[in-house]
């Protein structure tokens, strides 16, 4: 079964600042989707980027965007200029091709956004 | 604009007391999930719906049940709620099928049991 892993439970950043969140998953398919969701205090979770795995290019969405590295099982999200309006639990999530209609999360990240 | 819409957004109950928690969606997508979300963690699938083909999860307590009267409506009922059941309950859709498939979210039903 895949497996998601977010190793950092909170995680603060200057407004403006650059910031990094961690996301790791263990799957031995090849065929696969990434992505990330943001889910703010009270409010709907809403997607912020995705990755398909068959794409080599990294992506971007304005100021956020991805580190994909399929041969580690890496992808890490990267939210530049950060503003007080990101923060957020952020959770990494993973989907099958094959199996196309589960979402495995991982456990989430809170960002905290300092002015 | 609202896409996926449940009802209601909070919901208190009594121990015992049954709790019917719905969803609806403008998306007309295949596909309607339910995960419950307890806080600070991540969602964790109930059971889903592709069309009119329910996919219940091993580890969902029989205490949860759904229905899916058309395509459009999604009904997430709690047969007799304990306090272990007090949680947001969020509903999504996806188009199903081949392709990314990405999840579209509504705005949760959060349930406390008394």
């Known amino acids: 079964a895949q497996t998601v892993t977010q190793s950092q439970p909170e995680m603060s950043v200057q407004e403006a600042e650059t910031v990094t969140l961690s996301c790791t998953y263990d799957t031995s398919e090849s065929d696969y989707y990434l992505f990330w969701y943001k889910q703010p205090p009270s409010r709907q979770m809403i997607l912020v980027i995705r990755?398909?795995?068959?794409?080599?290019q990294n992506a971007t969405e304005n100021r956020f965007s991805v580190n994909f590295q399929k041969a580690a099982k890496s992808f890490s999200l990267k939210i530049s200029d950060s503003q007080l309006g990101d923060a957020a639990m952020y959770f990494c999530?993973?989907?099958?091709?094959?199996?196309?209609?589960?979402?495995?999360f991982g456990a989430g990240t809170i960002l905290r956004v300092k002015s | 604009d609202a896409m996926v819409i449940q009802n209601p957004r909070y919901q208190v109950t009594q121990f015992g007391k049954p709790v019917t928690l719905s969803c609806s969606q403008t998306?007309?997508?295949?596909?309607m999930y339910w995960y419950q979300q307890k806080s600070s963690q991540a969602p964790k699938l109930l059971f889903h719906?592709?069309?009119?083909?329910?996919?219940n999860e091993a580890d969902t307590p029989d205490n949860f049940q759904s229905r899916r009267p058309n395509t459009s409506f999604c009904f997430l009922d709690i047969r007799s709620p304990g306090l272990g059941d007090a949680a947001m309950y969020l509903c999504?859709?996806?188009?199903?099928?081949?392709?990314?498939?990405?999840?579209?979210f509504g705005e949760g039903s959060r349930l406390t049991v008394l």
């Open positions: 999530a993973y989907r099958s091709a094959r199996d196309g209609n589960k979402l495995v």
């Open positions: 719906y592709y069309d009119k083909d329910f996919n």
């Open positions: 998306l007309n997508h295949n596909v």
């Open positions: 990755q398909e795995a068959y794409k080599q």
């Open positions: 999504a859709t996806s188009r199903g099928g081949a392709g990314v498939g990405e999840l579209f």
